[in-house]
């Protein structure tokens, strides 16, 4: 359900994710769309395996939005980090690969846009390509914890260049 609803928000502010609306307002319509066409894939990993999903992406698509989300266990005071099963996202399309959108949260770059690299802090990621060309995309997860196994939800979504013709 997490990952629906932040893959399927209507992107508000900076492009990408910020951090003054996150990934933007939610559409429930399109959550709902991702349900019903089974836009997703519920799995999970063992330390330190990697899983791989193909994706095929039609013509005409404006913009591909890929969101791996999963549910991080707590961690205690004495860590050194916050994020304990630390999942990697990419996707990947004739041997480039596209990371995910990462804020700094530096308090001197807050107001920065999103880079792609590796998120080593969020238990969500998301690969958002615009005018991606039409053909199969690897997407790719990698584990980078020592605990237990990991469930997670990917999900996807294709929003289309459409030109309508209307009689007049």
Not at 33 to 51: A, M, T, V
Not at 97 to 105: K, Q, T
Not at 108 to 124: F, G, I, T, V
């Amino acid at each position: 359900v997490k990952a629906c609803l932040l893959n399927s928000a209507i992107d508000r502010g900076r492009p990408h994710v910020d951090f003054e609306y996150g990934y933007g307002s939610l559409n429930l319509n399109e959550s709902l769309h991702i349900i019903e066409n089974e836009q997703f894939f519920i799995d999970e990993l063992e330390s330190g395996e990697e899983k791989s999903f193909e994706l095929m992406v039609p013509p005409s698509v404006k913009n591909i939005k890929v969101m791996l989300a999963w549910t991080d266990p707590p961690s205690n005071l004495q860590d050194s980090k916050n994020l304990m099963n630390d999942l990697d996202l990419s996707v990947i399309k004739d041997n480039e690969a596209y990371l995910p959108w990462v804020l700094d949260a530096s308090i001197d770059k807050l107001n920065l846009p999103a880079e792609r690299k590796n998120d080593e802090l969020n238990p969500q990621e998301q690969v958002s390509i615009s005018n991606p060309a039409e053909g199969l995309y690897q997407v790719k997860i990698k584990s980078n914890h020592t605990g237990a196994t990991q469930p997670f939800s990917l999900v996807y979504t294709f929003e289309y260049n459409f030109v309508v013709d209307a009689p007049y």
